[in-house]
C-alpha cells in the first residue's frame, strides 16, 4: 500500500524516520536532479545541489503547505540559480583581480606591453587575425568567424591557441602568465580604447 505523500513528509518531520525520507528521495530525486542539471548543465553540480536540496527538506521543523513536488521544484531551482549567480561573481572576480594583477605588472614594468604587442605580431597570420579582432577590436567570435569564412568554434579555437602561443612567448621571455591572467588583461585593453 502507498503512503501519501504528505504522510510521509510528516513522519519525517515528527519521527526523523529515515525510511519515510528515503521514500520522499525515490520519489522526488529524478525531478529534483533533473531541474538542476538544466539550470546548471552539469552533472556532478546538479547531484550538489540535489543533495542540497533535499537537506533543505530534511532541515524542516513544519511540512511544507505548498505540495512537496512543486515546493522541492522551487527550492532546487533558486539553489541553482543562486549557484550560477555565485559563480558568475566569482568569475567575474577573478578576472578583475587577473586584469589588475597584470595592469600593476605593465605599471612596474613597462616592457611588459611592448613585449606582448611583439609576441602578438609574431604570431601567425590565422592566429593574429582572430585574436586581434576578438581582443582588441572588441568583436564577438561569431562576426570573426563570418568575416574570415569559418566556423565559430574554428576561431575559438585559434584563440585558444593563440592565447597558448603568446603565454609561451611570454615564457621565454620571463613573463609568467596564467592564461586567465593574459585573457583578462587583453579584454581590458579593449575596455580601455
Known amino acids: 500500500m502507498s503512503i501519501p505523500e504528505h504522510a510521509l513528509v510528516e513522519t519525517w518531520i515528527r519521527s526523523r524516520d529515515g525510511e519515510a525520507?528515503?521514500?520522499?528521495v525515490d520519489t522526488y530525486g529524478g525531478m529534483v536532479y533533473a531541474s538542476a542539471k538544466r539550470?546548471?548543465?552539469?552533472?556532478?553540480?546538479?547531484?550538489?545541489?540535489?543533495q542540497e536540496c533535499f537537506a533543505v527538506l530534511a532541515g524542516q521543523k513544519r511540512p511544507p503547505k505548498a505540495p512537496l513536488g512543486p515546493w522541492l521544484h522551487r527550492v532546487v531551482v533558486n539553489l541553482s540559480l543562486n549557484r550560477v549567480k555565485s559563480e558568475r561573481s566569482r568569475s567575474t572576480r577573478e578576472d578583475r583581480f587577473a586584469a589588475e594583477r597584470?595592469?600593476?605588472a605593465a605599471q612596474e614594468w613597462p616592457e611588459l606591453e611592448r613585449v606582448l604587442d611583439k609576441a602578438i605580431a609574431e604570431l601567425p597570420e590565422r592566429l593574429r587575425a582572430?585574436?586581434?579582432?576578438?581582443?582588441?577590436?572588441?568583436r564577438s567570435h561569431n562576426a570573426i568567424a563570418l568575416e574570415l569564412g569559418v566556423s565559430r568554434?574554428?576561431?575559438?579555437?585559434?584563440i585558444a591557441k593563440a592565447i597558448e602561443c603568446l603565454r609561451d612567448a611570454l615564457r621565454?621571455?620571463?613573463v609568467i602568465l596564467t592564461g586567465v591572467a593574459l585573457t583578462a588583461y587583453l579584454g581590458s585593453q579593449t575596455a580601455e580604447a
Do not use: K, M, S
Request: without cysteine; positive net charge; aromatic residues 6%.
Open 102 to 104: 597584470l595592469q600593476t
Open 153 to 158: 568554434p574554428a576561431i575559438t579555437q585559434r
Open 39 to 50: 539550470i546548471l548543465g552539469n552533472a556532478t553540480d546538479a547531484e550538489d545541489l540535489t
Open 21 to 24: 525520507f528515503r521514500r520522499i
Open 130 to 138: 582572430p585574436l586581434v579582432a576578438h581582443y582588441l577590436q572588441g
Open 172 to 174: 621565454r621571455r620571463g
